[in-house]
């Protein structure tokens, strides 16, 4: 049995070049620690800017992540069977945490400093509800409070992620708000607005001003993508061949970095070569059709400006079904990443991503969160491809949450009632045009 790992691994020292520093959103000056500590705790902080490769995983963390670590690596055969494929797939499953997905992994650890530094309380935003179910549930373990802004389009849709916050004992409220400045602004201009990851941020941030409270961020940043790297460093013990693909999906970066750094690093040491594709939804392709320049992480302005794949600090993605994804921009160091060549990205639209996660849950048992079947869509092609030329790959990929609390989702794909989302040029190029 694979051993739960005691360090996280940070990737940033090993690149051949540094990822651009964030910028202060007033002076526009490169952000020092102390300008971060309004918002996250020193140990946050430091692991943010740390150049040292391995930081090690606090004991308290470790047990907690013990009531669902280490997770595991399926071989998928009858995935394989239905394909008729050569291919031989793997997936490494994150759907077993407390809340069913891979983000209690820096849940648990951002509770855990903010609370050994005496904050009392954590404000945050969350799309799907899987960061914020993660986080209320972290909190918990750490007696936090814990108040989350959720996008609408997901407070909508899906009414039990808001019940499982509550049960955590979290406070909800649909974003954009009446509660704060962000979001009475939104609803001014827009009283119907589906919410965006973007405005939700603002809005959480805001809501993070008092002395005895601070701000959580469930993917995107450096130290959240190293918390992540548990995954990726348990599939390495467990997987008993080298891998010839890794795929993952993207919204803001967490779940692909988690699984794919520690295969990276071989590679950036000279190693194993593998090829690593990042999927990302058509109606957010960041990646795929962003731009990559200096944007706001939110939408009302008031977060740093980051160096990454951006489609507009405030594009507001149409409502799809996988609302982790629904982010306007991609992690800085992932984007950095990607411009210096170290992996490729595609755009799936939502029906392909679903008729995926329908085969693989008739053929595996596991239903996918919607986030995930971008991934797995992306592999049954490459699979399907494998069994077209005979190629015998070794594809490894992250089903990073099941969708129990998504079976809404799934009635709208099996009724013929879903439809993809076009992302026209203009609407793109408006947004882009009102860049920083």
């Known amino acids: ?6 360090r996280w691994y940070n990737i940033v020292p090993d690149l051949p070049a540094p990822p651009p520093p964030p910028l202060h959103p007033g002076t526009r000056a490169p952000l020092g620690p102390d300008d971060l500590a309004p918002l996250f705790p020193a140990d946050l902080i430091a692991q943010e800017v740390s150049t040292e490769p391995f930081t090690d995983i606090p ?3 470790r047990e907690v992540y013990r009531l669902w670590r280490p997770t595991p690596l399926i071989r998928a055969r009858r995935l394989e069977k239905a394909l008729g494929t050569p291919a031989r ?4 499953y994150e759907g077993g945490s407390p809340v069913g997905s891979h983000k209690p992994n820096t849940a648990v650890p951002q509770a855990y400093y903010n609370a050994r530094q005496g904050v009392r309380r954590l404000t945050t935003e969350t799309g799907a509800g899987q960061w914020g179910s993660a986080l209320a549930f972290a909190c918990a373990q750490f007696g936090l409070d814990c108040e989350v802004w959720m996008v609408r389009a997901s407070y909508d849709q899906k009414p039990y992620r ?15 708000s009446p509660r704060t400045t962000a979001g009475a602004k939104v609803l001014a201009d827009d009283p119907d607005s589906p919410g965006s990851l973007g405005i ?17 961020l469930g993917s995107v940043l450096n130290h959240v993508l190293m918390h992540q790297t548990v995954i990726g ?16 999906c993207t919204g803001g970066g967490s779940n692909f970095a988690g699984l794919v750094f520690p295969f990276l690093r071989g590679k950036l040491a000279g190693g194993h070569s593998p090829d690593v594709l990042a999927v990302e939804p058509a109606a957010c392709p960041s990646f795929t059709r962003g731009r990559y320049a200096y944007d706001y992480g939110d939408t009302a302005g008031f977060t740093p400006l980051l160096k990454m794949h951006t489609l507009g600090h405030d594009f507001v993605p149409d409502p799809i079904h996988a609302g982790g994804l629904r982010y306007h921009g991609m992690s800085p160091l992932l984007s950095h990443m990607y411009e210096l060549g170290l992996f490729r990205a595609t755009a799936k639209p939502q ?21 995930p079947t971008h991934a797995l869509a992306a592999v049954v092609e490459e699979a399907r491809r494998c069994a077209a030329t005979g190629e015998a790959k070794v594809i490894l990929t992250a089903l990073c949450g ?3 609390l998504d079976m809404a989702a799934y009635d709208r794909y099996l009724s013929g009632e879903m439809r993809d989302h076009d992302l026209p040029e203009g609407r793109l190029d408006a947004a882009l045009a009102r860049l920083p």
């Open 233 to 248: 460093e348990e599939a390495l013990e467990q997987l008993g061949e080298a891998p010839d693909l890794i795929v993952g």
């Open 402 to 404: 099941h969708g129990h």
């Open 89 to 92: 797939i793997y997936v490494k």
């Open 162 to 176: 808001r019940s499982m916050m509550g049960l955590f004992g979290a406070t909800v409220h649909a974003s954009p």
């Open 59 to 61: 004991e308290e963390v």
């Open 1 to 6: 049995m694979v051993e739960l790992p005691r």
């Open 200 to 216: 939700a941020i603002s809005e959480a941030v805001e809501a993070a001003a008092p002395d005895d409270t601070r701000y959580a």
């Open 351 to 371: 029906r392909e991503c679903f008729e995926a996660g329908v085969l693989f849950a008739r053929t595996e048992g596991i239903v996918p969160a919607p986030e």
